[in-house]
């Protein structure tokens, strides 16, 4: 039996994964959470073998969540879900360690066969994420296009463009402010931008956001 813990914070898709997730054999719904901050107490409390994660979540966004996660548990599987651009955010999430990336989109039986393959150590993703990308002894080989932004270089773009500071973004990451500041200098060279202000609209231009 495959224990699932879903974590969206919208109430629509929660209530029709667990519906789909009741109505399936050999998986069984652990739980259902609204944000990132509530999984570390349940994870600890209760077995899970795989989390469903959105991307964008309330208080910590879900590819900080991931990190946190992955860090203090190797064994569960994490499937990234959101309507964020997958050509980004699938690269993104495997990097920072997720099992797989599904645009919300899919049908809800992708969502269950993508459960049921990392929960056996398998990499899931869209055809057309899987025919672009490449994994060999499970480490990702992507084309130069996807290389242009390190996990962390999008985790602190994302918080910068929801207008976090750099003293929130140190804190949130747990990375201290120098450290900010040499990520967003990263950015703004990667993304030929010279203010903040350019930096979250190429961003949003180019989908990152």
Not at 54 to 72: H, S, W
Not at 116 to 138: C, W
């Amino acid at each position: 039996m495959i224990k699932v813990l879903v974590v969206d914070p919208h109430p629509v898709f929660r209530l029709g994964m667990e519906t789909l997730i009741k109505r399936t054999a050999d998986v069984h719904l652990a739980g259902s959470l609204k944000s990132g901050v509530e999984i570390f107490e349940f994870v600890r409390r209760q077995h899970v073998d795989v989390i469903v994660l959105e991307v964008d979540l309330p208080e910590l966004n879900g590819i900080t969540t991931l990190r946190a996660i992955k860090k203090e548990h190797k064994d569960i599987a994490m499937l990234m879900v959101s309507n964020q651009p997958e050509e980004i955010y699938a690269v993104t999430t495997v990097k920072a360690g997720a099992s797989g990336y599904l645009h919300k989109t899919v049908e809800g039986e992708q969502i269950i066969e993508a459960i049921k393959k990392i929960h056996v150590g398998g990499i899931a993703l869209s055809p057309e994420m899987s025919k672009q990308l490449t994994f060999n002894d499970s480490k990702m080989s992507t084309s130069r296009i996807f290389k242009r932004l390190s996990t962390r270089e999008v985790e602190v773009l994302k918080l910068l463009s929801i207008g976090k500071k750099n003293k929130e973004i140190s804190a949130e990451l747990d990375i201290n402010e120098k450290t900010v500041s040499t990520y967003k200098a990263r950015l703004y060279k990667k993304l030929n931008v010279t203010n903040l202000v350019d930096l979250v609209h190429q961003a949003k231009h180019q989908g990152i956001t």
